[in-house]
């Protein structure tokens, strides 16, 4: 069965902290996605990846194939960076299963 | 320039009615899609299209019906609109695989 996984559902953190988000899934894929739902509703895609490391400004994606697991990190955290992180995954073919999200909450 | 846009952003109706929302992207890309996410905020695939061809089809109900007329257009409808069908539409569209680029969601009440 196709699953995704992630932890923390909820995560608040101090300006500054080096923050991990953590996904894992069942099966072998195709790609994993890292979204970025804003407050507002808006979804933004962060990241797809299929191996290795990711890096865009602070935002750090890495995923290991062998363990089935994927971290999405945040250096120098900053309030804005406040959203619902979700991953995602292509178990092959162009459906995407999600995850159930982590609220992330950075306080100044 | 909004690479996908979707309208209404809002849009309340009563239960029976029957209601379209739109969805276009200028990407260029061959696949669009619909997400629906329930009050949980749990996201969930409804429909894929590529190339104008229903590739996705999950277990939605009949009364939600994709129309892709060319391939930057998928629009949904919805026939008899029931209590339960309030949610937060996404749509989406990706070359291949690759980067899902969403719309700004379509936030559908039902009374």
Redesign the interface.
């Known amino acids: 069965k196709n699953e995704v996984e992630q932890s923390p559902q909820n995560l608040t953190a101090q300006e500054g902290e080096f923050i991990t988000i953590n996904c894992s899934y069942s099966v072998g894929i195709?790609?994993l996605?890292w979204?970025q739902?804003h407050p507002g509703?808006?979804?933004?895609?962060l990241f797809?990846l299929s191996s290795g490391k990711k890096k865009h400004g602070r935002l750090i994606a890495t995923i290991n194939i062998q363990e089935k697991h994927s971290s999405l990190h945040i250096t120098a955290s900053h309030p804005r960076d406040s959203a619902?992180y979700?991953c995602?995954a292509?178990f092959g073919?162009?459906?995407?299963?999600?995850g159930?999200?982590t609220r992330l909450t950075i306080i100044p | 320039d909004t690479a996908v846009s979707q309208t209404p952003k809002y849009l309340v109706t009563q239960m029976g009615n029957d209601k379209s929302i739109k969805c276009e992207q200028n990407l260029g890309h061959d696949t669009m899609y619909w997400y629906k996410q329930d009050s949980k905020k749990f996201l969930k695939i409804m429909f894929s299209y590529n190339n104008k061809e229903l590739i996705i089809n999950e277990t939605v109900p009949n009364r939600f019906s994709p129309k892709s007329p060319d391939k930057a257009h998928l629009n949904l409808h919805i026939n008899s609109l029931e209590l339960g069908d309030s949610a937060v539409y996404f749509c989406a569209s990706s070359q291949d695989l690759d980067t899902r680029f969403f719309g700004s969601g379509t936030r559908l009440t039902v009374v």
Do not use: D, R, Y
């Open positions: 195709s790609a996605h979204l739902q509703g808006g979804i933004v895609s797809m619902v979700i995602a292509n073919n162009e459906k995407l299963t999600f159930t999200g």
